[in-house]
């Protein structure tokens, strides 16, 4: 069984989403972007998810009496994606605020600045 990269798009792109999310909040040092990478990494798990779910010729899941041999599509993903997505929002607005929160405290959104503010002078 030969598997050509064309029928795996999906799980490449979520792939490279996901290394971009990670890379920008391990490599910045400002909170937004930090937060910006997060839902990137969030919305190429969704993306991936999604995909696993997907079935070639698959019909949306309605079943109509008398009609056999039908291949349908699972509709658990879609269900938990939307649940994901919800749960995604809340996540950025709590981070949001928690970094309005930082900025009026110490005057700055940069880590490794909080972080010095934090600990002192050494």
């Not at 698959?58 to 009496?65: E, K, L, T, V």
Request: overall charge positive; hydrophobic content about 50%; proline content about 4%.
């Amino acid at each position: 069984m030969i598997i050509d990269a064309a029928s795996q798009y999906n799980y490449i792109v979520a792939s490279v989403l996901f290394l971009i999310g990670l890379y920008t909040m391990i490599t910045r040092k400002n909170l937004i972007k930090k937060i910006m990478g997060m839902n990137i990494m969030e919305t190429s798990v969704l993306l991936f998810f999604i995909s696993m779910g997907s079935v070639d010729g698959g019909q949306a899941p309605i079943i109509i009496p008398g009609v056999e041999g039908v291949v349908y599509v699972n509709p658990l993903p879609q269900a938990i994606v939307l649940t994901a997505i919800v749960v995604a929002v809340s996540v950025t607005g709590f981070a949001l605020a928690l970094i309005i929160k930082l900025y009026k405290v110490y005057g700055t959104l940069d880590a490794n600045q909080i972080r010095e503010l934090r600990e002192g002078p050494r």
